[in-house]
């Protein structure tokens, strides 16, 4: 398995402001994707983060308003931008790890953000 | 595009009832399908996983077959205890241009009674 970590757990902010969110894994990984899970909703990707490179967004998701930082290959940040109550939602880092007979993904137990 | 639909809740059982919660999905290839539980205050945690159709995918006594025929995925348990009240989301996983990518379904709120 992997051991995820997310700072903060939980945050309630307020609106026009941003708030850093910590992702660390015990083990080094090649990709870490960031996921939301608005109220009452499922999870969508919004961009998967390789170190070394520019994150890719998913439709709908812009690097200025969730920019991502993967400065090695146990760490991550999502960053949300200029917040508005719309931002309300958990967010989640996830991995993907290869074990025998195939691979899993794994996630963290999420960031969960309150914009006021 | 890939797309996931499960059953909405909540589902409400007493403990040792019969659970299934149906899914059902599109998908342009031959994705992965997954079963995925969150417990209250934790993160998601992968239930079972099925790679292939005809496979069946087991843990903790829940399964679920993979149908290709009928493209569903539905979850069962023979008798479910009150630990197993959790919001379960079915997944699937494939490969589009070159990317992994994991659609979701909407989550399935399980509640038990003792």
């Known amino acids: 398995s992997a051991v995820i970590s997310q700072k903060p757990s939980r945050d309630i902010c307020q609106r026009g402001t941003s708030l850093t969110i910590q992702c660390q894994v015990d083990?080094?990984?090649?990709?870490m994707f960031w996921y939301r899970q608005q109220p009452g909703q499922s999870l969508t990707l919004i961009a998967t983060?390789?170190?070394?490179?520019?994150?890719?967004?998913e439709s709908g998701f812009v690097i200025d308003k969730f920019p991502i930082s993967r400065p090695n290959l146990t760490f991550s940040t999502l960053t949300v931008s200029n917040m508005s109550p719309e931002d309300s939602s958990i967010y989640l880092c996830?991995?993907?790890?290869?074990?025998?007979?195939?691979?899993?993904?794994?996630f963290g137990p999420g960031t969960r953000l309150t914009v006021l | 595009g890939d797309s996931v639909t499960q059953m909405e809740g909540p589902v409400t059982l007493s403990e040792e009832a019969f659970l299934t919660i149906n899914c059902t999905y599109t998908?342009?290839?031959?994705?992965?399908l997954f079963w995925y539980v969150q417990y209250p205050g934790e993160g998601l945690q992968l239930l079972l996983k099925?790679?292939?159709?005809?496979d069946k995918g087991s843990n903790k006594g829940f399964e679920a077959t993979y149908r290709k025929e009928t493209t569903s995925f539905h979850l069962e348990k023979g008798s479910v205890q009150v630990s197993d009240s959790a919001v379960y989301f079915c997944?699937?996983?494939?490969?589009?241009?070159?990317?992994?990518?994991?659609?979701f379904g909407s989550g399935t709120r399980l509640q038990v009674q003792p």
């Open positions: 083990s080094q990984v090649t990709m």
């Open positions: 997944a699937l996983s494939e490969v589009i241009a070159g990317r992994r990518a994991l659609t």
């Open positions: 996830s991995v993907v790890r290869g074990l025998a007979g195939g691979t899993e993904q794994f």
């Open positions: 099925a790679t292939k159709a005809d």
């Open positions: 998908a342009t290839g031959y994705p992965s």
């Open positions: 983060a390789n170190q070394g490179s520019e994150a890719t967004y």
